[in-house]
């Protein structure tokens, strides 16, 4: 048996499989299965009230687990899937409670990477429900694997089969827009903008804006995404002062920033991500991980340009220095 029957197979038993796609690995279980869906929150000691996201074969399979869908999602499917969008629809009765943490909305979106694809595709045609939630392969909170070896490193012997399909070619999760409402209303940045889906719909969407009414959707907590080691974001013109004034105090820095470490500088751990906002989000959680694993007391990292190609990027880096710490707490913090 090769291994996406065998990945079939367990995610009919009930089991958890690791599955790439092209944003993030993600921690996948057979969506219509509420007993399965809650290893994923134990796996990951995610909060009960956090929804998952429900990838699917196609936009065919949208009716199954959405109703009143707008013609803007199918507008939005047949533009972006499979690819980094999710879309927030209103639930079909007969999604579990635990896929939408009880809210009335479920997200819903086909990834684009051959390996989900052909996973998904044979677990409907298995007789599966055709749906598989998979939030990132990680531990709540934490930074996002995009590598089977992150999987591994973040979760272990807790999943029982991990797909290997390479590095995630984005790197960062997916845009989520909610259509649940109305108006189309961003919820979470991604690798596909505003300007894109503006340009699909003819028209701007909002930028949505946290409410009683607004649906709770993954990663937008204030603190995610973060290392164990404490995190600071600066200025360009802010980093090389602040690199002298801490390792004045002795301080270990692990440095990502845009362009390579200036000469005379004493030996850091300092990766160079580059100015090209796709290919440093491409690499950017790979980046904190290996920076987190350096011993570092602190990890500085470079606050990238403020353009709308680097909003993701920033949102992500925002709620990783929220998040981050474990180990030592910033010493310009109060």
Known sequence: MNEIGRAVELLRAGELVAIPTETVYGLGADAANPVAVARIFA??????????????????????????????????????????????????????????????????????????????????????????????????????????????????????????????????????????????????????????????????????????STPRVPGALEAHYAPETGLRLVTAAELPATVEALLAQDLRLAVLALNAAPAGLPPLAWIAAGSNARDYAHQLYAALRELDHVGADLILVEAPPQTMEWQAVHDRLGRAASGAGKRQADPFRP
């Open 43 to 212: 796996a990951k000691g995610r909060p009960a009230d956090h929804p998952l996201i429900v990838h699917i074969p196609a936009a065919s399979h949208l009716d199954q687990w959405a109703k009143n869908i707008p013609q803007a999602a199918h507008t939005l499917a047949a533009t972006f899937w499979p690819g980094p969008l999710t879309l927030i629809l209103q639930r079909q009765p007969t999604v579990p409670d635990a896929v939408t943490g009880g809210q009335n909305t479920v997200g819903l979106r086909v990834p684009g990477h051959p390996l989900a694809l052909a996973l998904l595709a044979a677990f409907a045609a298995a007789g599966g429900s055709g749906g598989i939630a998979a939030p990132s392969a990680n531990r709540f909170g934490r930074i996002s694997p995009t590598t089977a070896d992150h999987v591994r490193e973040e979760l272990g012997d807790q999943v029982a089969l991990i797909l290997d399909g390479g590095p995630c070619e984005v790197g960062i999760e997916s845009t989520i827009v909610d259509l649940s409402r109305g108006a189309p209303v961003i919820l979470r940045p991604g690798a596909i903008t505003a300007e894109q889906i503006a340009a699909a719909l003819h028209g701007t969407p909002a930028i949505g804006q946290a409410t009683a």
